[in-house]
């Protein structure tokens, strides 16, 4: 799914209630693709909804980003650098 998509439906399941359920529905998806990563800079709720399902799936399903940025400029384009961090560490490790 591309990123903005995934993060509007995000914001729209937090507007009618249904986030923790969507939250749950990604979950079971054995591979996690997410397209055009990190294209704009993210907002507070992009990062906190991303800090979930990048803690949700760590080192239990799998993930795969891309993007036209390097890897080095994601840091500053999830924008907080303790979330930026922590959602980082769970990407790579």
């Known amino acids: 799914t591309r990123a903005a998509a995934l993060f509007r439906d995000l914001s729209l399941a937090r507007a009618d209630g249904r986030l923790r359920q969507l939250l749950r529905r990604l979950n079971w998806i054995d591979v996690l693709v997410v397209d055009d990563w990190v294209m704009a800079p993210m907002s507070e ?5 991303f800090w979930e399902i990048a803690e949700d799936r ?3 399903r799998s993930m795969i980003l891309t993007s036209q940025l390097p890897v080095s ?3 500053e384009q999830i924008g907080d650098p303790t979330l930026a961090d922590g959602i980082l560490d769970r990407l790579v490790h």
Not at 45 to 49: L, N, T, V
Request: aromatic fraction near 18%.
């Open 73 to 75: 400029r994601w840091h």
């Open 45 to 49: 709720s992009e990062r906190r909804d």
């Open 58 to 60: 760590y080192q239990t």
